[in-house]
């Protein structure tokens, strides 16, 4: 059968149509999403920041956190501000993307439960073998299988879906995108695709649910052979996992491992898998765990006692005495500051620092011998790196924390709002929207990667973050920066179809070709980081372990590897500064020749179509030539290089909703329209 399509717009029925539950909904809802973005980030910054928490299971825990905040956006906001409307309609586009999102994630989620469980398999029946066994390679990897599986189980589900005929009607008893509410409304028997729907979740999910309990039942038998603290820590942590492991599989089992129906209670357990789950999860590991208590509080110590222990260590560094007790009380206060007043005394005092530097340049010079002799064993010495960040002055510190939090509110706020309109608004359904929509996520989350990590730093004096924490904000950037090249790339490629070909736009750029572009986009980006984070993570770092930068990039880390990058540094040039020009020089043909073709176009289009091409070439020039400028080079790091990435990395985000609605009448419309519904 031919598919046939009448539906661009859904209409949800939402939890309730009852005006004064509406204002309920919207409360508890919202109450509801803060607790879990707070809760969930306060866990991954928690990890992220402290020392103590480096094991496996904790990395573990921040990718869960991670999981289950950007998994409850994706249904949660579109819910609280329906509940403000009378008419709850999602576009098509928005409503196969929302499904998209809810199975990458919970898909990814799955798996690495499956993960965590195994990592406590390995951590109490064979204790003496954890470090070898869970090494970094392998929790890497493993995080990586988690990611990969969630999207191929999202992309074939997708790609079923899309392509199915819905006739009308269009309206949608649920309050998000799910699978069963829509395949009732597709004109064509569904017995078939139920089986697949049974097969693609609901069977993987009993499936993993099964091997849980059988691997959980193992690890709590083997608890016999160890003392009574350690059988109550043992449990403490299982009972956690375990906790998160029927809140989440026990809905997904109910859901899908059933015919294609809809039952009144489906509501209900929707709303507690999407939103209720993921904020008891940091409840859940917070309150039964002793080791992230801890780690909090410290957290929320270490910005009392700061300035305090400043005083202190510069009172020292004034006497020339720093020594014993002192030394690493300031120590524990301020890593960065502490190594600033060594450097100082020891200077002032002459052998004792003259040794130290003697010592660590003969370290990191064996190094390199050994590296020339022959093959070398990686040697990774360093388990943290101290970030020195923007600035080491305590005024310029404070200034920082206030411009950089502003800055990032504005870039999620503003980029939220174009994802949120995108979605919402019926009049934008071109493709250029569908991939704006994307570009604004994409913006979101790679300014995520960077600028809150920024933000705490400058306001905490010990300015850490872990090898893993490090690799993975690396896998991150350039996960989403160069997922956000090649989608640029199309785009241009968008915008020359509809400009040199108008008639025949809507055929080539139809729904399927939009779905394949924007998986490309991510594989790309995949690929590109990946290979990336290969070349890195296996380098060996002996020491010292000092970062002149405000992120975890690939030159400052080059500086501190003992081996010889020359090599590597090429591969960077090739990997990144030579496909940024490649891409750069072949976007700026590609709307050279769309401007060219202006001269056959009235007055008006004419208009329209530079308002349009001037958006994109002002966000391409703003992202491609600080990128060009940072990797096309040699492996050195330059004075100027925080400030280019302060601005590709933080301001090019903040600036790119501005850009898309400033200069676009029909996203100024549209968004106007919507604050003009919320006021009727």
């Known amino acids: 059968m031919e598919n046939k399509r009448n539906v661009t717009e859904f209409i949800l029925i939402g939890l309730t149509q009852n005006p004064q539950m509406q204002k309920v909904v919207f409360l508890v809802f919202l109450v509801l999403y803060m607790v879990t973005v707070s809760g969930n980030l306060l866990i991954v910054v928690t990890i992220t920041t402290s020392q103590a928490l480096n094991s496996p299971m904790y990395f573990f825990l921040t990718h869960l956190s991670l ?18 409307h009378d008419e709850k309609i999602i576009s098509f586009n928005g409503c196969m993307a929302q499904v998209y999102a809810e199975h990458v994630f919970g898909a990814t989620e799955i798996i690495l439960l499956t993960v965590m469980a195994y990592d406590r398999y390995v951590a109490i029946c064979k204790p003496l073998h954890y470090t070898a066994v869970m090494s970094p390679r392998l929790c890497l990897l ?62 993987i999910c009993l499936l993993n649910f099964l091997l849980l309990l059988v691997s959980y039942v193992v690890i709590l038998r083997s608890l016999k052979n160890y003392s009574l603290e350690g059988r109550h820590k043992a449990l403490s942590t299982c009972v956690s996992h375990i906790t998160v492991v029927v809140l989440a599989f026990v809905p997904c089992i109910f859901v899908y491992l059933r015919p294609v129906t809809t039952l009144p209670i489906d509501k209900a357990v929707a709303v507690f898998y999407t939103m209720v789950v993921p904020m ?3 409840l859940i590991y917070t309150l039964r765990n002793t080791d992230v208590k801890n780690a909090i ?53 002459g052998l004792k620092f003259r040794r130290r530097v003697e010592g660590r340049r003969d370290f990191v010079l064996s190094c390199e ?169 296996n380098l060996p770092f002996c020491g010292p372990n000092v970062i002149d930068h ?96 302060v601005f590709y990395t933080v301001i090019t985000p903040m600036l790119n909703p501005f850009i898309y609605t400033l200069r676009n009448g029909e996203m100024k419309s549209a968004m106007k329209k919507l604050w003009s519904r919320k006021r009727k």
């Not at 409304?185 to 069977?203: E, R």
């Not at 540094?569 to 072949?586: E, S, Y």
């Open 67 to 84: 999981i289950d905040t950007i998994y409850s956006s994706s249904s949660a906001p579109k819910l609280i501000v329906d509940s403000l």
């Open 142 to 203: 493993l995080l990586a299988v988690a990611w990969t599986g969630g999207f191929l189980h999202a992309t074939i589900q997708i790609l079923f879906i899309v392509w199915l005929p819905f006739c009308g009607p269009n309206v949608i008893n649920h309050f998000m995108c799910d699978l069963y509410p829509l395949l009732e409304l597709v004109c064509m028997d569904t017995h078939t695709l139920g089986l697949f729907v049974a097969a693609n979740s609901g069977f």
């Open 280 to 282: 008891l999860n940091p």
């Open 297 to 349: 509080r410290k957290l929320w110590r270490k910005k009392v006692t700061s300035d305090k222990q400043n005083q202190k260590c510069g009172t020292m560094e004034h006497s020339g005495e720093y020594e014993g007790e002192d030394e690493e009380e300031c120590e524990e206060g301020g890593l960065l500051d502490s190594i600033l007043v060594k450097i100082r005394v020891f200077a002032r005092n």
């Open 369 to 537: 011998i050994r590296h020339r002799e022959g093959p070398m064993e990686q040697r990774n010495n360093v388990t943290e790196f101290v970030l020195l960040g923007i600035t080491q002055s305590l005024q310029g510190q404070r200034i920082s924390f206030v411009v950089f939090l502003f800055i990032y509110i504005v870039t999620m706020v503003g980029n939220l709002l174009i994802v949120w309109t995108v979605v919402v608004s019926p009049t934008l359904d071109a493709p250029m929207y569908f991939f704006l929509g994307y570009l604004s996520f994409m913006d979101a989350v790679y300014s995520t990667a960077v600028t809150p990590n920024m933000i705490i730093n400058s306001i905490s004096v010990k300015k850490t973050i872990s090898f893993q924490a490090c690799m993975s904000q690396l896998f991150i950037e350039h996960l989403f920066g160069g997922a956000e090249v090649i989608l640029l790339v199309v785009m241009a490629y968008d915008r020359y179809v509809a400009i040199c070909k108008p008639l025949r736009y809507l055929t080539i750029m139809n729904q399927r070709v939009c779905v394949l572009l924007l998986l490309l986009a991510c594989l790309g980006g995949f690929l590109h980081s990946v290979v990336h984070l290969l070349f890195v993570y």
């Open 550 to 645: 405000f992120i975890c990039d690939t030159y400052p880390l080059l500086k501190l590897v003992c081996t010889d990058t020359y090599v590597i540094g090429l591969t960077v040039i090739a990997n990144d500064g030579a496909i940024c020009v490649i891409i750069f020089v072949l976007l700026l043909i590609s709307y050279g020749v769309i401007l060219h073709s202006l001269k056959n176009l009235s007055q008006e289009g004419r208009r329209k179509a530079l308002s349009t091409c001037g958006s994109h070439i002002t966000v391409v020039v703003l992202f491609f030539v600080p990128c060009i400028f940072m990797y096309m080079r040699p492996p050195s790091t330059l004075p100027i290089d925080k400030s280019l990435t």
